[in-house]
């Protein structure tokens, strides 16, 4: 999951970064194709350096040391509102076939059945990056065909939903699982890859939603040796990497 | 100037009254004041309603224990562990009693703070529309851009009654230096109606003044300074001392269930008279998180 997230990062972009995985995919991009992106934080941190050692979450000293800027919240989400961000992270509870993410609860809003921590900044990145980057667990209750509470908008019903909501841009552009990727084509997920250790099958019996594949459906490209040193080497005991929620 | 400065205890007993609005953990991950949230659970505060972003563990701890019944919040939880089990019994059982929230994004909690910092009434925004939020929220209107005729988000200014930053240094009048990132720390020094910082060292005015850039809020903002070293314990606070990252997983582990949230409340918070008690408790782990860099200050 973090080769593939890592990816997505192009060179020279402004990514808001996020938290647990997101963390090690920023510095797996920084270190092999993209050395020139920048990873915005919203606590108000600005890098054009990954952090010299695993970070536990965003505020921990080691992200502030050799930072280009420390700033406040309001001033990296006003870069976000204006449209500067060129991509950012996000994890979800739920996620739906048009990329809706829970992050708030399960059941009722007012008397959840399971409640969850929230947005954090997730909403914010999902209403105004240009592409969002979602990575979660693969799982029938995850993947499903309608969340209990849209905490992120996706494509909300798809068509041009965003724009009649009020939406200035952005939206999903890739789900990225346990098990594969999907790509957001026309506000729909597709299949794009499976994972050598799963299969179409395997992912069809783990989703809630019918999956339409791409025509050119494949494994996905493995993690290159160099790119399983870096992410050894930044996470050596697998506090995040190995981490199963 | 100097009847600024006063105890814990004091600043508590004192400003803080049962039913308070008060913000707390504005600079997100760092620099939580848990000293003073811990000084609240010991003085049985009640009806208290939580304003902030993040707040790690703080605010599950503050719920757990019954101070509160109104959130303002972007996120509850446990950053680098999980689920906040205070808060989801809150919620789910209504254990120890229900509170009311009201969901944010870290956009918008920041937008309600800076429009409180402002004096406006509210500030307009693109975000969390086509969200869920604005509904869950209750307070939030959609409105059509005056100028351009296209959706907007207003986002109501939030005042509070009480905002409680931590910072490296002040001095005696409350002036303030907080360097790493400030969150939302200014807006909610600046918004609310009683400032209180907590300092890890109290200063000369002098070395404030010579570097007014580093300054989050002025000292006539500011009504009580604590000089309380070690306040932010276990979260970190720039070039004093780093994130004790098993704290919260230990915190995590412990409070599964309201039996254990109990046990540990007790053994951290009320049966620790004080701060300075509690990192004595910590021992050689409080001495193995310090850092003292002078590079930047």
């Known amino acids: 999951m973090v080769a593939c997230a890592a990816r997505e990062i192009r060179e020279g972009e402004r990514v808001f970064v996020g938290m647990r995985l997101p963390l090690i995919a920023f510095v797996v991009a920084k270190r092999t194709h993209a050395p020139n992106a920048i990873g915005l934080f919203e606590l108000g941190v600005v890098r054009d350096q990954p952090?010299?050692?695993?970070?536990?979450?965003?505020?921990?000293?080691?992200?502030?040391?050799?930072?280009?800027?420390?700033?406040?919240?309001?001033?990296?989400?006003?870069?976000?509102?204006?449209?500067?961000?060129?991509?950012?992270?996000?994890g979800g509870a739920e996620i739906d076939v048009h990329g809706n993410l829970n992050t708030t609860a399960i059941g009722e809003r007012t008397h959840p059945r399971v409640q969850l921590p929230g947005s954090g900044g997730g909403a914010d990145i999902a209403s105004l990056a240009h592409r969002l980057i979602v990575i979660m667990p693969h799982d029938k209750r995850r993947l499903r065909e309608k969340v209990d509470f849209v905490t992120s908008p996706g494509y909300g019903t798809g068509g041009d939903w965003r724009k009649r909501a009020g939406l200035p841009r952005g939206g999903p552009s890739v789900l990225i699982t346990t098990l594969g990727v999907f790509r957001f084509v026309d506000g729909a997920a597709v299949l794009e890859s499976y994972h050598a250790s799963a299969s179409v099958a395997r992912i069809r019996d783990a989703t809630g939603w019918p999956v339409a594949t791409a025509a050119n459906v494949?494994?996905?490209?493995?993690?290159?040796?160099?790119?399983?040193?870096?992410?050894?080497?930044?996470?050596?005991?697998?506090?995040?990497?190995?981490r199963v929620e | 100037m100097t009847a600024k400065l006063v105890s814990l205890r004091d600043a508590v007993d004192r400003l803080v009254p049962d039913g308070a609005s008060i913000a707390i953990g504005c600079a997100l991950e760092p620099a939580i004041p848990f000293a003073f949230a811990h000084e609240l659970i010991r003085q049985r505060r009640s009806e208290l309603h939580l304003i902030g972003?993040?707040?790690?563990?703080?605010?599950?701890q503050l719920i757990g224990a019954g101070c509160v019944s109104q959130a303002s919040a972007a996120w509850i939880g446990n950053v680098s562990a999980g689920l906040a089990h205070a808060y989801r019994r809150a919620m789910e059982e209504g254990v120890p009693r229900r509170i009311e929230v009201h969901d944010h994004s870290n956009f918008t909690i920041a937008q309600a703070l800076l429009a409180g910092a402002?004096?406006?009434?509210?500030?307009?925004?693109?975000?969390?529309?086509?969200?869920?939020?604005?509904?869950?929220?209750?307070?939030?209107?959609?409105?059509?851009?005056?100028?351009?005729?296209?959706?907007?988000?207003?986002?109501?200014?939030?005042?509070?009654?009480?905002?409680?930053?931590?910072?490296?240094?002040?001095?005696?009048?409350?002036?303030?230096?907080l360097w790493g990132p400030w969150g939302v720390s200014q807006e909610a020094a600046l918004a609310a109606k009683t400032?209180?910082?907590?300092?890890?060292?109290?200063?000369?005015?002098?070395?404030?003044?010579?570097?007014?850039?580093?300054?989050?809020?002025?000292?006539?903002?500011?009504?009580?300074?604590?000089?309380?070293?070690g306040a932010c314990h276990p979260s970190p606070v720039q070039d004093r001392y780093r994130r004790d990252h098993d704290f919260f997983h230990e915190y995590h582990a412990a409070t599964r269930d309201r039996q254990g949230f109990?046990?540990?409340?007790?053994?951290?918070?009320?049966?620790?008279?004080?701060?300075?008690?509690?990192?004595?408790?910590?021992?050689?782990?409080w001495t193995a998180l310090r850092e003292h860099r002078t590079s930047v200050a």
Request: proline fraction near 7%; charge should be negative.
């Open chain 1, 218 to 242: 494949r494994e996905t490209e493995p993690p290159s040796a160099e790119v399983l040193r870096i992410i050894r080497a930044y996470d050596p005991a697998g506090f995040w990497t190995r």
């Open chain 2, 53 to 60: 972003p993040i707040s790690d563990i703080a605010f599950d």
């Open chain 1, 51 to 90: 952090a010299s050692e695993l970070l536990y979450t965003m505020g921990d000293n080691p992200n502030v040391a050799g930072a280009v800027w420390c700033a406040r919240t309001i001033d990296l989400m006003g870069l976000l509102q204006r449209g500067d961000v060129h991509a950012g992270f996000i």
């Open chain 2, 262 to 285: 109990e046990r540990w409340i007790g053994e951290w918070v009320t049966d620790v008279p004080d701060r300075a008690a509690y990192l004595r408790k910590l021992g050689a782990r």
């Open chain 2, 195 to 229: 400032t209180i910082v907590l300092a890890e060292e109290i200063v000369d005015r002098a070395v404030i003044a010579s570097d007014p850039n580093r300054t989050i809020v002025a000292g006539t903002k500011v009504a009580a300074v604590v000089h309380e070293p």
């Open chain 2, 118 to 177: 402002l004096g406006a009434p509210y500030l307009p925004t693109k975000t969390l529309l086509g969200s869920d939020i604005p509904q869950a929220n209750g307070t939030f209107r959609e409105a059509i851009d005056p100028f351009s005729g296209e959706k907007i988000l207003l986002i109501p200014a939030i005042v509070p009654d009480v905002t409680v930053i931590a910072v490296q240094r002040a001095d005696e009048d409350g002036n303030a230096h």
